[in-house]
């Protein structure tokens, strides 16, 4: 047997008394108050931890983050920066959709588009996109369909031209 095989061998029957000695040792499981004092002094005990407890007074910002918490956002904070999305229609409008399929990315096994400057992937809800379902995503088109299969658009890809500014 050569050395490092000693001392790999060494190391698992370490490893083995370790695990012997803290789980199958007979330890105690619980500790049990055995005279009137220990109780009594465990519920004063109690008692005073309670009673600090309900002097603790929050500062004001760890209200304010507590307040916080629960409340609706007022705007997505992972949407673009702009103006606000109108998710109601005011009286006398007619319903206005536009569609902007801006992007492809395709992995192992799964296909992105990006459509109104947001990734889907087939199969999900477009946010704000009046009940439509991204059912098809190709390299050129996107296949988009009305929950109920009523209607279809087909949106082709619009590729943005950014123009390279070469520096001599």
């Known amino acids: 047997m050569s050395t490092r095989e000693k001392i790999i061998l060494c190391l698992v029957i370490l490893a083995v008394g370790y695990v012997a000695y803290n789980f ?35 500062t004001k910002t760890e209200a304010f983050i507590i307040g916080q918490a629960g409340a609706k956002w007022k705007r997505d904070p992972f ?37 109104n400057g947001i990734e889907y992937t087939a199969g999900e809800m477009l ?16 296949t988009l369909e009305l929950i109920g299969g009523k209607n279809m658009i087909i949106l082709p890809l619009e590729e943005v031209n950014i123009p390279l500014i070469r520096q001599n």
């Open 24 to 58: 199958l040792a007979d330890t105690p499981k619980r500790v049990h108050i055995e005279t009137e004092e220990e109780l009594t002094d465990l519920k004063k005990l109690t008692a005073d931890v309670i009673e600090e407890m309900d002097k603790a007074v929050l």
């Open 79 to 115: 949407l673009k920066p702009g103006p606000p999305i109108k998710f109601g229609l005011e009286s006398g409008q007619a319903e206005v959709l536009a569609f902007t399929y801006s992007g492809y990315l395709e992995m192992v096994d799964k296909k992105l588009a990006i459509i």
């Open 127 to 142: 946010i704000n996109g009046g009940g439509y379902i991204v059912s098809n995503i190709f390299p050129t088109r996107v």
